[in-house]
């Protein structure tokens, strides 16, 4: 969204705890956030746990927050870093 002039932000959206994880590991570059699409609260506190961990080992501050997506649009390929 940056490279566009563009005030939109970039989420990588997953279903799974795992997934989660991964991206958030894997995509510093680009994405603004990632997204758990789930219905169980397990995957929910998972995530909130990991993250703190993260969080404590890094000191770099990652913010969990309920969110209602509103739109989707088409972003373009985007860079692959």
Do not use: I, W, Y
Not at 25 to 54: H, K, S
Not at 57 to 71: G, I, K, N, P, Q
């Amino acid at each position: 969204a940056a490279f566009t002039n563009s005030t939109a932000e970039l989420m990588a959206a997953t279903h799974s705890f795992d997934a989660a994880c991964t991206m958030l590991g894997a995509l510093e570059v680009g994405t603004d956030g990632v997204v758990l699409d789930t219905d169980d609260p397990m995957e929910v506190r998972q995530l909130a746990t990991f993250v703190a961990n993260r969080e404590k080992a890094s000191r770099a501050r990652l913010l969990l927050e309920a969110a209602v997506v509103t739109r989707v649009e088409a972003a373009g390929v985007g860079d692959r870093v």
